[in-house]
């Protein structure tokens, strides 16, 4: 009775956004050495929840934890562990612990955890591999990192032609424990040459004795193994498939890429477009992990960067207030951040669109009049709004005699050409990133904001001339 009210509140805590009360009944059990019992709690906790746990233990209480988890479960839960907790995990384990894991791992997933470890663990690992396995993660470990080769595994279900249903499914009984997906399975020839494809729902629901030729699908979608890893991913949401095969240069099946592999590559690049359009380096460190020292270094150079870019404003600023009344200079603040603001809408927008695969270079004149209208649209609006705020508030209000129609018009004039442009701006520029070769996420708001900065004023100062005659 004791044991089933714990698991059924161990079941509600880690259902919680905070994982404290999971942690609180997890140490203590450790503390009173109740094994058997801490055993069957980790049972009934799913593998990412108990990772998270992993986080919020001392660091003495994980490998006692750690070692009570059966073989399955120790390996699903690695996986999930973050990268600090798996390098203390590491460090605790006999190398007869860490090859048992190791053996246990995904080729992908340990691809993964050499990439994350220094050095010396990363000597440790691959001397406590299995050698074939070491063969076959040297060789993912040397593709580009942004590649297809980098994220997929070398341990799915293939068929050679030429058998039938029954040979194919007693095949898949064989070799499917030590395989990441079985619901897809490939067909190649005698030489890996990729010819069809088959899935488990197919192989059940057909005669024994059908010929496999019978029933695969020959128009086999796949990539290869140099393609983008993030166009994989999106061609494998765009279709929905559950798993993408990759073939070499010659078209011989060498891996699969899973959907939960695409997914991470999804993330991670989502995770690093953000920090670019944030002015921040990016890293994978959790915030409340990282130091305030990498919080510092990752932030400092861009913003050094966006200060010293900031001096062209201030040297037009400084080149046109003489020429123009004082009053005109108090809405510069407004005209600048009002511009900004138009040309990061543009930017975050088609930068997006990029990433989607919605928009590329060729769609340069479709975004280019679209944003055209956009800024239009907006520029008028808010320049009426401007209009109407400086006589209303500024003169009427406020009192302020300086502020003429003529000065009202010049504002409100000058915001609608900045608004209009900067959109243009911040809708071309992505796109010319992205054919030049740079990620489109760096020509996102920061720079675009700095780059509008300047033009607003130079537009404002000239319109403003303009319009009152100076």
């Known amino acids: 009775m004791e044991e089933m009210i714990i698991n059924q509140s161990l079941r509600q805590a880690v259902a919680q956004p905070s994982y404290a009360e999971a942690v609180s009944v997890i ?7 109740s094994y058997r019992k801490l055993r069957e709690i980790a049972e009934v906790i799913p593998a990412p929840d108990l990772a998270a746990i992993f986080g919020e233990l001392e ?3 994980e490998p006692i934890l750690f070692r009570l988890l059966s073989k399955e479960q120790a390996a699903e839960v690695f996986v999930e562990l973050e990268a600090e907790t798996r390098e203390r995990l590491i460090a605790s384990f006999t190398d007869r612990e860490l090859s ?12 993964d955890l050499i990439e994350e470890m220094p050095a010396v663990v990363v000597k440790r690992i691959l001397r406590s591999s299995d050698p074939a396995d070491r063969r076959v993660i040297n060789q993912i470990l040397n593709y580009p990192k942004q590649s297809a080769g980098s994220v997929m595994t070398t341990e799915y279900v293939r068929f050679i032609e ?7 499914l007693t095949h898949i009984r064989r070799v499917a424990i030590d395989k990441e997906t079985i619901y897809t399975c490939y067909v190649t020839d005698k030489d890996r040459h990729l010819t069809g494809v088959v899935t488990a729902r197919e192989l059940l629901t057909s005669e024994l004795d059908t010929p496999l030729t019978d029933i695969m699908e020959r128009n086999v979608l796949c990539v290869n193994t140099h393609d983008d890893r993030e166009e994989v991913a999106r061609v494998l949401n765009k279709y929905g498939l559950l798993a993408m095969p990759v073939v070499d240069s010659e078209g011989r099946l060498v891996g699969i890429i899973t959907l939960d592999d ?12 953000f920090a670019k ?7 994978e460190t959790p915030y409340l992990k990282a130091s305030a020292l990498s919080l510092f270094l990752s932030r400092v150079p861009w913003l050094l960067l966006l200060m010293l870019s900031s001096t062209v404003s201030g040297a037009i600023l400084s080149g046109f207030e003489a020429a123009l009344p004082a009053v005109l200079v108090l809405f510069v603040p407004m005209i600048m951040g009002t511009g900004g603001n138009s040309g990061g809408q ?6 997006r669109s990029i990433s989607l695969a919605e928009v590329s270079f060729s769609d340069l004149p479709r975004v280019f009049w679209k944003e055209l209208r956009v800024g239009i649209l907006c520029g008028v609006s808010l320049g009426v709004v401007t209009f109407a705020k400086v006589m209303l508030v500024d003169r009427l209000m406020l009192g302020d005699d300086a502020i003429t129609l003529t000065v009202a018009v010049a504002i409100a004039l000058s915001l609608t050409v900045t608004i209009i442009v900067a959109k243009m701006i911040g809708a071309i520029l992505p796109l010319l990133a992205k ?3 740079l990620d489109p996420a760096v020509m996102a708001s920061p720079l675009i904001t700095t780059l509008v900065d300047a033009v607003s004023l130079v537009l404002y100062f000239l319109v403003s001339r303009s319009v009152l005659g100076l």
């Open 162 to 168: 030429g058998i039938d249903v029954e040979a194919a």
């Open 262 to 273: 695409a997914i991470d590559v999804i993330s991670e690049e989502s995770e690093e477009d």
């Open 100 to 111: 048992e894991i190791l053996s246990e791992l995904y080729i992908d997933d340990t691809v």
């Open 59 to 61: 660091d003495r209480d």
């Open 435 to 437: 054919k030049i070769g």
């Open 346 to 351: 543009s930017s975050v927008t088609v930068t």
């Open 27 to 33: 140490e203590e059990q450790i503390r009173n050495k």
């Open 277 to 283: 359009m944030a002015a921040i380096t990016p890293t």
